[in-house]
């Protein structure tokens, strides 16, 4: 992903904000609980983080990119009750045409009231913010960028399978996000964007989206996304609402070019959960598109804090 108008960002931070003010933790227990869930495993997470990080930087073409989609679906497997390969052939930017593979894990199929949950698995394949050039043609091995959200997703899927909830949930890891250029919106996201106009299920059509985004660092701020709270207001309110711990700030945030933007065209409303830093050039974390976005600088407690935030919203939604 990219970051777009930091300027604007700045200035609506400083003029409409809260604050600090940090998600409350009130009764989420119970809600969890009433909805037959155990606590998120953010151990668990942090090991389907790791796990992907073990086949190397999951680069589109190569073979750690191959083996890993083969182990994101033999493990959605075990949790979900369909799984499904799409593939496709998308037009980059950057390398010219590209085969991609989006993979996505269907709990309860015939569920009408269904939420989507999406994370892209593949990492850049050009570390190309890194401080040192001589690093800028090496890949991105994505701990966070890529990974951490696809590692709270997997876990997450094995619960709620384990809950026996009846909402539906599809879980959408998407190919090809990463290829992108500045300037060029619409040359990042390619695997959503094949998704959005090849929707795995005809007419499909969930209340909402949620996007995680660079969610293992042990000091992310997930403020609300602007784009999220254009097109998605009502839902960020709920995700907010539902978030625990430190890390989530109920305050606005920048605006990112991410998978969100292709969802939320396609006319499903979709909350992107990402790590902003309004103090930084980049507006993202100092690992960022770097060489140094290993599983060093993730923290299993900031995978718990989403999952748990998820878990939480899914029990609100079963309500
Ligand atoms: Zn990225």
Redesign the pocket.
């Known amino acids: 992903?990219t970051l777009l108008y930091i300027v604007l960002a700045a200035i609506m931070t400083a003029c409409g904000a809260t604050s600090g003010s940090t998600a409350g933790e009130t009764s989420q227990a119970d809600t969890v609980a009433a909805a037959g869930m155990s606590a998120f495993d953010a151990n668990g997470a942090y090991e389907m983080t790791r796990q992907q990080c073990d086949f190397g930087p999951r680069v589109p073409g190569t073979s750690a990119h191959a083996r890993c989609a083969e182990w994101l679906m033999s493990t959605l497997q075990a949790s979900c009750d369909t799984v499904i390969l799409q593939t496709g052939t998308v037009q980059t930017a950057t390398v010219g045409s590209l085969g991609i593979k989006n993979i996505i894990g269907v709990i309860n199929p015939d569920a009408s009231q269904r939420l989507l949950l999406l994370a892209h698995w593949d990492t850049?394949p050009w570390a190309d913010n890194d401080p040192d050039e001589a690093n800028h043609s090496k890949p991105?091995m994505g701990a966070n960028?890529g990974a951490s959200g696809v590692g709270v997703l997997l876990q997450l899927a094995k619960q709620v399978k384990e809950a026996g909830i009846t909402l539906g949930v599809d879980i959408l890891l998407v190919d090809a996000?990463?290829l992108g250029e500045n300037d060029n919106e619409d040359s990042w996201g390619l695997g959503t964007q094949y998704w959005a106009a090849h929707p795995h299920v005809a007419g499909y059509k969930p209340l909402f989206g949620i996007l995680l985004d660079m969610v293992g660092s042990g000091d992310a701020t997930f403020t609300r996304e602007y784009y999220s709270t254009q097109y998605a207001k009502g839902f960020v309110d709920l995700v907010w609402k539902h978030a625990v711990g430190t890390h989530f700030i109920n305050s606005p945030g920048g605006a990112v070019t991410d998978d969100h933007i292709f969802i939320n065209r396609a006319g499903i409303p979709c909350v992107d959960i990402i790590d902003m830093r309004a103090d930084a050039d980049s507006g993202f974390c100092p690992e960022?598109?770097t060489v140094n976005d290993t599983m060093s600088g993730i923290s299993a407690s900031t995978l718990g804090e989403v999952g748990q935030t998820l878990l939480n919203v899914i029990a609100a939604l079963q309500q």
Request: hydrophobic residues 40%; negative net charge; charged residues 50%.
């Open positions: 992903m850049r991105v960028d996000e990463d960022w598109h």
